[in-house]
């Protein structure tokens, strides 16, 4: 990984769709998949977490991207056949970005995902959410370690997950973005630690805009008191929305650490229109 923002990718990432590949399940998986044979989360097919055609579905975002959000550009959207751009030196204020994000206050230095937040890849997620599939992880880090470019077992960066209040932790009994960050550490052999906690429950978010967020978000996190981690700090969580929740971490990680702060999700929500 090279010095500076965090470029996820873009000096590996080949030219066109990258073909994804299904890992191969480790024996405690074809153990369980006696008892629980395995379908499809998104078309229910018997076999796998994604059949060949629902693996073959998902959208990696490339490129050719605001190196801000990670927003893909038009020509990386759906029906558009450009070719990706020369590397872009990535964006680091708020007058600078996308039209998504210009004019706001992002306070990590870079933001990516693995793939478009849509048919299989929303399916993954949900079912890793709300279903209880937590063996769904290792899958999910698995088709989307390798798209973020990291460097395998080094320690100049740590890798550290968005934090989940107890009382939902006692409702789900698991954090999903925590277990996503847990395999993403072990593909990778990179350290993880967990720096972040939520002090308080926050109302549901998915009907608020940005701004909204943030202000529903603040003060609920803080940094643990045995917090320790590199100069540089990777968030990890299942979905980038608009942004908020990551912004909010990051603040909190750079002004309680003095760190850099960049974003790695599964997935991200993508506006057709600019």
Known sequence: MADGNLTIGDDKFPAGKPQIRAPHPGPFDDFLSLFF?????????????????CLAALEPIGPDRCRRCGRPASRNLPGAHNQPRPHARPASSESTGCRECRGRRLPFSSARAAFRYSGPARSLVHALKYSGQRRLARFMAAISADLSGLTRGTREVTLTHVPQHRSKLLARGYNHAELYAQAVSRCLDLPLENLLTKRHPTPAQNR???????????????????????????????????????????????EGMGITVEVWTFARTVKEKE
């Open 37 to 53: 044979p395995l379908r499809c989360v998104h078309c229910g097919s018997p076999g796998a977490w994604l059949c060949p055609g």
């Open 208 to 254: 608020l805009n940005f701004h909204e967020r943030r202000k529903n978000l603040s003060e609920s996190i803080s940094l643990r008191r045995d917090a320790k981690a590199t100069r540089r700090v990777i968030l990890i969580d299942d979905v980038y929305t608009t942004g908020s929740t990551a912004a909010e971490c990051a603040e909190v990680l750079r």
